[in-house]
């Protein structure tokens, strides 16, 4: 396989994963190409100096890229798999930004056998979605899990590594359940309780004006990611259904329990368990 | 009664608050006393410059006091309001800063009838605890619930109002009852989801050493308030029951209905539902 300096990079979706990685990229390949749905997205990514060039044709540009990145909504990396096998070059890689990442890599596992697939995954994002949201500095600092089936070389694992290093990430090689049961919990189900805490706040709060007024830091930040793309949530919520309910079902007991000694007044209970998540939190996060 | 800036005042509870508080008068009144339980917080406070003098006996300094500011846990609140109120000079002010007011003012209510009483509630905070983590700013653009009792005469409202200007807060006043209904939504609730998520993953994910390279910042902002100092949240659950539970049913109930959503895979209603969330949390923090 080539080294990355030597390789054409296209980027599928230009939204915010898309447009950041394309425009931290810039100086550590030969060329990035965009591949869009939209124009006025190709038009904005080279305005800004994102892509070198892009298109709306996936027939055109897929033949001639080293690298493909699909950096779409999970189902649409599903359907793009499938579309777009057929059209890429034999010794090409193809990797995806999706968060979940066992239906992917079943639908990878069906590309032709010339291709090199790997699955991806970056831990990092924010609530302002789209191109206009971009940021080259997004991926520095953030776990990139990579995720290669059978079939993938130890070569095109290299250059997957590589490409999230050049875009300033730290590459975690993980297999496709443990880390959809690990982002189960460690980041699907929060967005679940954002939500479900802004639903909560809409019912019981809203209708007093001073809400807002008061409310708080631990609101806001418990409540931050509820402000996610309605669209990659949807997908990553479906194809991670199980994890995703067994998770939540297991948050449940643990919020139950805390109900049930806050009824009780059972303080020395309720001591010992907030005693332990505040340990176990500051144990996390030093 | 006297200006803010003519005023002794005492602060009894060097913590956090407490000490942040007293940092952040300096200069708004005539001197700040720090009541405390151990003598190496006086000396702390003293050698920081937050306290021009302290002491271990409340005999000796609330008699001597303009204004008495109660910075400790709510049922430390509770029992403080007894034992200081026979001590306190006609004509002070006594305010709290704890987290939930109704029990707060029904104590305040049994004091001497010479005393002015004031509820308050700073929405601030942070969860490293303790004088060490004092912060002269902490108050500084935070909204300052201040709930008066029916016997709070105006001045005293405006001598609290005054205090919580000279900090850098936003006074509010709200009664009792209302600030409690919200709080136990906008402040109390999150505590109890960032708990009850740091115990799942826990039980999830910790047994997996990946779990903390790949944890992303949902996670990290969703649990942050599970590193809250475990009395103070105790004490604040404890004297806010009824309203946490009630919110707490609720927040059920919409988790329970996505969860359901999920199960089904019924994509255009679970759509709606994050959509709406996302409006909702936007509207909120725009």
């Not at 690298?67 to 909504?73: D, E, K, N, S």
């Not at 940021?135 to 995720?147: K, M, T």
């Not at 990553?236 to 643990?254: G, P, Q």
Request: proline share 5%.
């Amino acid at each position: 396989m080539k080294e990355l300096e030597a390789c054409h990079v296209v980027v599928a979706g230009l939204g915010l994963m898309g447009s950041s990685l394309a425009a931290a990229l810039g100086g550590h390949c030969r060329t990035v190409s965009g591949l869009a749905r939209r124009a006025e997205s190709i038009e904005q990514a080279v305005k800004r100096g994102f892509i070198n060039q892009g298109t709306l044709d996936p027939k055109e540009i897929l033949p001639k890229a080293d690298i493909v990145v699909l950096a779409t909504p999970v189902r649409t990396i599903l359907r793009q798999i499938d579309e777009y096998g057929p059209l890429l070059a034999d010794g090409s890689l193809l990797i995806d930004l999706g968060s979940t990442k066992r239906e992917v890599l079943e639908a990878m596992d069906r590309l032709p056998k010339g291709v090199q697939p790997l699955g991806g995954h970056p831990m990092c994002g924010k609530e302002r979605s789209g191109l206009a949201a971009a940021d080259p500095e997004l991926y520095v600092g953030c776990s990139f899990v990579v995720s290669p089936l059978e079939r993938t070389s130890p070569a095109a694992l290299d250059l997957g590594r590589a490409l999230v290093k050049a875009i300033g990430g730290r590459p975690i090689v993980l297999d496709a359940a443990r880390q959809d049961h690990l982002a189960a919990t460690l980041s699907h189900l929060p967005y679940l309780l954002a939500c479900s805490l802004v639903q909560t706040a809409d019912s019981v709060t809203s209708s007093d004006p001073a809400a807002w007024e008061i409310v708080a830091g631990g609101y806001r930040d418990t409540s931050r990611v509820a402000g996610s793309d309605v669209t990659m949530m949807l997908d990553i919520l479906s194809t991670n259904r199980r994890e995703v309910l067994d998770s939540a079902a297991v948050f449940r007991d643990k919020l139950d329990h805390l109900v049930e000694l806050i009824a009780e007044g059972d303080d020395e209970a309720l001591a010992a368990v907030l005693a332990s998540s505040r340990a176990e939190r500051w144990r996390m996060f030093p």
